[in-house]
């Protein structure tokens, strides 16, 4: 069916202290990590409703997916933080770094 050894590299919890003994701890990293899967949907948004000279539609799109998913990963980051989560927030990252590159060729000067 699977390779459970596999399965269990995947899903083996990278963060995963006793909540109960830091009570205030977890109430904070969740916040935060809620907050920051809100900013990132934010952004998001912000990067699809811009226009950029000579940047064409597709590399915008591929922009804002890239920061609307990154945001989805951080809601799923409140609950837990499994390894196959850290590699997909790394392909995710890399993926608006390298587009973040191509787009900063097309349209000199800016910054964002």
Same mark, same amino acid.
């Given at each position: 069916?699977?390779?459970?050894?596999?399965?269990?590299?995947?899903?083996?919890?990278?963060?995963?202290?006793?909540?109960?003994?830091?009570?205030?701890?977890?109430?904070?990293?969740?916040?935060?990590?809620?907050?920051?899967?809100?900013?990132?949907?934010?952004?998001?948004?912000?990067?699809? !409703? !811009?226009?950029?000279?000579?940047?064409? !539609?597709?590399?915008?799109?591929?922009?804002?997916?890239?920061?609307?998913?990154?945001?989805?990963?951080?809601?799923?980051?409140v609950f837990q933080m499994p390894l196959w989560l850290l590699l997909i927030k790394g392909v995710f990252l890399a993926l608006i770094l390298i587009t973040r590159h191509k787009?900063?060729?097309?349209?000199?000067? !800016?910054?964002?």
């Amino acid at each position: 069916m699977g390779n459970p050894m596999l399965y269990n590299l995947l899903n083996y919890p990278l963060v995963s202290p006793d909540w109960g003994y830091y009570g205030g701890i977890k109430m904070a990293y969740q916040g935060f990590n809620l907050l920051e899967g809100i900013f990132w949907i934010i952004l998001s948004g912000y990067v699809y !409703r !811009r226009q950029l000279p000579n940047v064409t !539609r597709i590399l915008t799109l591929q922009y804002t997916i890239a920061f609307f998913c990154f945001g989805l990963t951080d809601f799923v980051e409140v609950f837990q933080m499994p390894l196959w989560l850290l590699l997909i927030k790394g392909v995710f990252l890399a993926l608006i770094l390298i587009t973040r590159h191509k787009i900063l060729k097309l349209a000199p000067g !800016r910054k964002f």
